[in-house]
C-alpha cells in the first residue's frame, strides 16, 4: 500500500486519476473527521502518537488528501477549479486545509452561543438558562439602547422627529428637474435648519403642551443618529472652504486654512471634547451657557472638516491644469470657476474618501461619553453596571457591534455604487 | 486688482483676531473672577496620585511634571507596540488579499470588513469587559508555555535577570553597528563591481552571534525570573517574580492593532495592485524568481503608494492611542488631562499641554515618515 501511494505521489495523470481522487479525498476526511472527534467528542483517535505529532494529525492528513487531488486536466469541471482556486500547491493547500479547520473550529461554539443556546423568551435574568447568550437582556433593555434616559411615555416624540427629517431628506430626491440646481442649497442650509427647528421643538419640548426634556437624558443610538447628522452636514461645506483656502494664492488665506487643518489633524478626537467640555466654558463671557449637546456637535464639526478639508483637496489637486485654464479663458472668476467647474468635478473624484470621512466620525461618535452624554456605547457600559443584570457586557458589545457593523457597512457599499455610477473615464 | 487680493485677506486676519481676541478677554475675565491664576508653576508641585502602571520610577511624592512623563511613555509604549504589530499584520492580510486562494482571499476580506466597520471604542471595551474578563482568576490559572500565566489580572511572564547586563546591551549596539557598516559596504560593492551578498542571511547571524559571544568571553549571564503564585488573603491570590502586562495593555494593544491593521492592509493591496501589469511580466521574462520579482521589483514602486496613507494610519493610532482613558490605562490622557486636571483645576494650561504633546508626536511622525518617503521616491534625472 505504501509503495502504491508513493507512486501515486510521483505520477498522477489519467490512468490512476480515480484511484488518487478516491484516496485524496479520503484522507482529506480523515483529518477532518479527526479533527472534528477532537474538538466535540474529546475523543483523539490517533492518541498512539505523541502529543507533538497527533496535534498536527488532521492538518498533515488533510493536506495529503489535497496533494493527492491535485491532478492537473482532470477533465471534471468541479476538481479543476478547485484545484485552481485553493490547491494550487501545497503551501496554498497547507493554508485553506488551516482555513477549513478553523471555521469548523469557531464556527459551531459561535453559532451555538449566538442562535442555539440563547435565550430570548421571558424578561427577567433567571429566564437565562441555556449556555449561550442572553438577548433577553437586550429586549429587555432595548428601549435604553434606543433612546438612552428620555422618559418611556415620550419616546414617541423621537420616532416622530425622525420620521419627519427623514421625510425632508427624501423630498430632495423628488423635486422637479428645474429645481435641481437649488438641492444643494437646500440641503445644506435650509435641511439642517428645518431639522433643527423639529429637534428644538418635538424632542426637545417645553412649548406646545410637551414636558420638557433636557439634553443630559437623550441617549442610545438616536443620539448617535442626531449627532453625526448634524456633524455630517455642517463639515461638509466647511471643510470645502477650508480645502479651496489652502489652495488660494493669497498668503493669509493659505496659512490660516493650512495651520486650521494640521492642527485639529494634529489632535486626538477625545482631547477635543474634553477642550468642549472643561474649556470652552472659560472662553465664553460669564453667563452664558451653551448646551452640551451642541458644544460636542461643534467640536465634532471642527475636527471632523479638517479631514475632509484634505480629502477635498486631494481631488482638487488630482485635477488636470487645463480645467482651470479652460475655464479662467473663458472669463470665469474664482468663485464660478469652482462653482461651476471645478468642484463638481472634483467631488466626484473624492466620493470615496468623503465617505470614508464620514464612516470615521460615525465610529467616532461613541467618543462623546467624555462629556457624559452617553450614546449606545455609553448606555451599553451603564446597562452593565446595573446590579440587575451583573454579567451580560458580551451580549451588549455584540449588540451595539451588529448594529454599527450593518450601519457602517452598508454605507461602505453605497458609497462604492456611488462611485461606479459618477465614474467618469478620462 | 489689488483690492480683491488685499480685502479678503484683511477679512480673514480681523476675523481670526476678533475670535481669538473675543476668547482671550473673556477667559481673562472668568479666571479674574474665579481667582484662578494662570501659569505651569503647578508641574512642579507633588502629585500625590498613584499610577498603576509606570515605565519609570513613579509614586505619589513625585511632581505632576513627572507624572505627565509617565502618561506620555506610557502613550508612546501602545503606540509604538501598536504601529509595529498592525504593520506586521496589516502587510499580512494586505497580502493575503491578493492570494490566488479563493479561501485565503475571502478570508482576510471578511476580516478588513469585519473590524474596520466597528467602532474603536467598542472593540477596545469588548476586549477589555467582555473578552479579558472570562479569563481565569490567578489560583485557577492554567500554566501557558511552562511559564506564563494569562489571567484576568494580566499577563505574567517570566522576566530575564542579566548579570552585566550593560556588557550585553553594548555587545548589542556593537552587532547592530557592524550590520550598518557591513550593508553600506555590501551595498557599495554591489554598486561598483556588481557582486551580491546574502544580506539578510549574513545580517541575521551578526545579530545573533555578536551577542551570543558575549556569554563566552564578557561573562554575561541571563537567568529567568518565573512569576509564581502566593496567597495574599483567604480568596486573594497574585504573583511573584517575573513581568506583568496589565490587561488595560493587553486590551487597548490588541484593539488597536486589529483595527488600524485592517486599514493598512487596503493600504497594502492598493500598493500592490497599483503596480501595473507589465512591470511583474517583465521582470519576470528577464528571468527573476517570483520572490526576486516581489522583492526588487514591485515592492520598492508599491512602497511609495503604501507609505503616505500607512503614515496616516500611524498617526491615527497614536491619536487613537488616546481611547485609554475609557478603560483605565494611564495614559497621557487619563493621567494629565484626568486627574491631574480634576486635582489642579488648571484647565487651559493642561488641556494646551496635552494638545500640543500630540501635535509633537504627530509633527514627529510625519516628519520621520517623509524622510523615509523621500529616501524612497523616484530619482529623476
Given amino acids: 500500500m505504501s509503495i502504491n501511494t508513493f507512486n501515486l505521489l510521483k505520477t498522477k495523470n489519467q490512468k490512476n486519476r480515480n484511484i488518487s481522487l478516491i484516496l485524496g479525498v479520503l484522507f482529506f476526511s480523515v483529518g477532518v473527521i479527526d479533527f472534528y472527534l477532537n474538538n466535540y467528542f474529546n475523543t483523539n483517535i490517533t492518541s498512539f502518537l505523541p502529543r507533538i505529532i497527533n496535534f498536527f494529525t488532521p492538518l498533515i492528513f488533510a493536506v495529503i488528501g489535497l496533494h493527492l487531488i491535485r491532478i492537473e486536466f482532470s477533465g471534471i469541471r468541479l476538481l479543476d477549479s478547485l484545484n485552481k482556486n485553493i490547491n494550487t500547491n501545497n503551501f496554498n493547500a497547507v493554508l485553506s486545509t488551516s482555513i477549513i479547520l478553523l471555521v469548523i473550529f469557531a464556527l459551531p461554539p459561535l453559532l451555538n452561543w449566538l442562535i442555539f443556546d440563547a435565550n430570548i423568551a421571558g424578561d427577567t435574568k433567571e429566564a437565562c438558562t441555556g449556555g449561550g447568550a442572553c438577548w433577553v437582556y437586550i429586549k429587555v433593555w432595548f428601549n435604553r439602547f434606543m433612546y438612552g434616559m428620555y422618559p418611556n411615555a415620550e419616546q414617541w416624540r423621537i420616532n416622530v422627529t425622525f420620521i419627519a427629517v427623514l421625510v425632508f431628506m427624501a423630498a430632495g430626491f423628488f423635486v422637479p428637474v428645474r429645481f435641481r440646481n437649488y438641492l444643494s442649497f437646500y440641503y445644506t442650509i435650509l435641511l439642517p435648519i428645518i431639522s433643527f427647528i423639529l429637534i428644538y421643538y418635538i424632542i426637545s419640548g417645553g412649548s406646545f403642551g410637551l414636558v420638557w426634556v433636557e439634553t443630559g437624558a437623550w441617549g442610545g443610538l438616536s443620539l448617535t443618529f442626531m449627532v453625526s447628522f448634524f456633524s455630517l452636514i455642517f463639515c461638509f461645506p466647511l471643510g470645502m472652504m477650508l480645502a479651496l483656502g489652502r489652495r488660494s494664492s493669497l498668503p493669509v488665506v493659505k496659512y490660516s486654512s493650512l495651520s486650521f487643518i494640521e492642527f485639529w489633524r494634529g489632535v486626538p478626537l477625545i482631547t477635543v471634547l474634553f477642550m468642549s467640555a472643561v474649556m470652552f466654558p472659560m472662553f465664553l463671557p460669564d453667563g452664558t451657557y451653551v448646551d452640551k449637546l451642541i458644544r460636542v456637535v461643534v467640536a465634532i464639526t471642527l475636527f471632523e472638516a479638517a479631514y475632509t478639508a484634505e480629502v477635498i483637496r486631494g481631488g482638487l489637486q488630482a485635477l488636470p491644469r487645463g480645467q482651470y485654464d479652460a475655464a479662467k479663458s473663458l472669463g470665469m472668476g474664482y468663485w464660478k470657476l469652482h462653482i461651476f467647474v471645478i468642484l463638481p468635478q472634483a467631488l466626484k473624484l473624492v466620493i470615496p474618501g468623503i465617505a470614508n470621512t464620514f464612516l470615521a466620525l460615525i465610529k467616532d461618535t461613541p467618543l462623546i461619553f467624555v462629556v457624559g452624554l452617553l450614546e449606545v456605547v455609553g448606555m451599553l457600559n451603564l446597562a452593565k453596571t446595573n446590579p440587575k443584570w451583573l454579567g451580560f457586557s458580551m451580549e451588549g458589545y455584540v449588540f451595539a457591534g451588529i448594529i454599527f457593523w450593518i450601519i457602517c457597512f452598508s454605507m461602505s457599499k453605497y458609497s462604492q455604487k456611488l462611485e461606479l455610477k459618477y465614474k467618469t473615464d478620462r | ?381
Fill in chain 2, 1 to 381: 486688482m489689488k483690492l480683491k487680493k488685499i480685502l479678503p485677506q484683511l477679512l480673514t486676519l480681523l476675523f481670526i483676531v476678533l475670535i481669538f481676541g473675543f476668547f482671550t478677554m473673556n477667559a481673562q475675565e472668568n479666571m479674574d473672577t474665579r481667582g484662578i491664576e494662570f501659569g505651569f508653576g503647578f508641574l512642579k508641585q507633588e502629585a500625590s496620585f498613584d499610577i498603576q502602571f509606570s515605565l519609570i520610577d513613579y509614586d505619589g511624592s513625585h511632581s505632576y511634571a513627572r507624572a505627565y512623563l509617565v502618561g506620555l511613555l506610557n502613550t508612546l509604549l501602545v503606540a509604538f507596540i501598536g504601529i509595529i504589530l498592525a504593520t506586521f499584520l496589516g502587510a499580512v492580510i494586505g497580502i493575503a488579499r491578493l492570494s490566488p486562494n479563493y479561501l485565503i482571499r475571502k478570508t482576510a476580506s471578511f476580516y478588513i470588513e469585519f473590524f474596520r466597520n466597528i467602532p474603536l471604542l467598542l472593540q477596545i471595551f469588548f476586549w477589555y469587559f467582555a473578552a479579558l474578563r472570562a479569563l481565569p482568576m490567578p489560583e485557577d490559572a492554567p500554566l501557558l508555555l511552562n511559564s506564563s500565566f494569562m489571567t484576568i489580572k494580566g499577563l505574567y511572564a517570566p522576566s530575564p535577570v542579566w548579570t552585566n547586563g550593560l556588557t550585553f546591551l553594548a555587545f548589542f549596539i556593537l552587532a547592530i553597528i557592524s550590520i550598518i557598516c557591513f550593508n553600506i559596504y555590501a551595498n557599495q560593492k554591489q554598486e561598483n563591481e556588481g557582486k551580491q551578498f546574502s544580506k539578510l542571511y549574513i545580517s541575521t547571524s551578526l545579530l545573533i552571534i555578536i551577542p551570543l559571544l558575549s556569554f563566552f568571553i564578557a561573562g554575561v549571564d541571563l537567568s529567568w525570573s518565573f512569576p509564581e503564585i502566593r496567597q495574599m488573603s483567604q480568596s486573594s491570590y497574585t504573583f511573584d517574580g517575573g513581568f506583568k502586562i496589565p490587561p488595560e495593555l493587553i486590551a487597548l494593544t490588541l484593539a488597536l492593532t486589529l483595527y488600524t491593521a485592517t486599514f493598512i492592509a487596503e493600504n497594502v493591496r492598493a500598493g500592490i495592485q497599483g503596480i501595473g501589469k507589465g512591470q511583474k511580466e517583465a521582470a519576470a521574462s528577464i528571468g527573476l524568481t517570483p520572490n526576486q520579482v516581489l522583492k526588487l521589483v514591485i515592492m520598492p514602486q508599491a512602497l511609495r503608494i503604501i507609505i503616505p496613507p500607512t503614515t496616516n494610519q500611524y498617526l491615527n493610532l497614536t491619536k487613537n492611542s488616546s481611547l485609554a482613558a475609557a478603560i483605565a490605562y494611564p495614559d497621557l490622557v487619563l493621567v494629565f488631562a484626568g486627574t491631574a486636571m480634576m486635582q489642579t483645576g488648571k484647565a487651559i494650561e493642561i488641556v494646551g499641554i496635552t494638545m500640543a504633546t500630540y501635535l509633537t508626536i504627530s509633527l514627529i511622525i510625519s516628519l520621520l515618515m517623509n524622510w523615509y518617503n523621500k529616501r524612497i521616491a523616484i530619482q529623476e534625472k
